[in-house]
């Protein structure tokens, strides 16, 4: 079944930073990967996204890159704010599933 | 409009007792998911329905039963759980069929089994 790595597990900048976060994936057939945004005490909710038909895409703040033949896509936040603070998820689709394999989270922290 | 809700927001129940959980959407979505959440986790999924039929279920204990009462409403009906039950059970939906991947997420039930 499909892996999914993510790195940093916890990101650390100040506000009008740039944040990173990457995720590696196993499975060449997955085409599609989404990132989800989780405060506390609320559910994952869906920020951008990307196909693999696709090198990057931005909206905003926030750009996702995909290199399919490295198997490896990166969230990209500019200018961060307090706001921006919260745990965030990459994922994978499964190959003939309609269902995702998560990376275990970054929790980034902005601070003022 | 990407709105899932989920009632309760919080749920405090003992080991022998019966509950449920709900879960609406009004997006037209024919896929609902059912995930689980500990702390420092990311969502691990429990059940799947499609078109009102269950077609994943990630081997999970019968102590949890899900159930979809029509196109727009998923239930987990709990019944005997264990203290390690006590999670965030999330609900998600997404539109079925190719290229319809995006899945919307819940606010989620905070359950504890005390």
């Known amino acids: 079944g499909e892996n999914v790595e993510q790195h940093p597990s916890t990101l650390s900048v100040q506000e009008g930073d740039s944040a990173v976060i990457k995720c590696t994936y196993s499975d060449s057939a997955s085409n599609y990967f989404p990132w989800y945004k989780q405060e506390l005490g609320k559910g994952p909710q869906l920020i951008i996204d990307?196909?693999?038909?696709?090198g990057e895409k931005k909206d905003q703040r926030i750009a996702v890159t995909l290199n399919k033949t490295a198997k490896h896509f990166s969230l990209h936040i500019t200018e961060t704010q307090p706001e921006d603070s919260a745990v965030y998820f990459c994922a994978a689709l499964n190959s003939g599933y309609s269902t995702l394999t998560f990376g275990k989270g970054t929790m980034l922290l902005v601070s003022p | 409009d990407t709105e899932v809700t989920q009632t309760p927001k919080h749920l405090v129940m003992g080991m022998t007792n019966k509950k449920s959980l709900k879960c609406e959407q009004h997006?037209?979505?024919?896929?609902m998911y059912w995930y689980k959440q500990k702390a420092k986790k990311p969502p691990e999924l429990m059940f799947v329905?499609?078109?009102?039929?269950?077609?994943i279920n990630e081997s999970v204990p019968s102590r949890f039963s899900p159930e979809c009462p029509n196109s727009s409403l998923l239930n987990l009906h709990l019944h005997a759980l264990q203290p390690e039950d006590s999670a965030l059970y999330l609900c998600a939906s997404s539109q079925e069929g190719l290229q319809h991947y995006e899945q919307y997420f819940g606010p989620g039930t905070r359950l504890t089994v005390t």
């Open positions: 997006m037209g979505h024919r896929a």
């Open positions: 990307i196909r693999s038909n696709v």
């Open positions: 329905y499609s078109y009102e039929k269950l077609s």
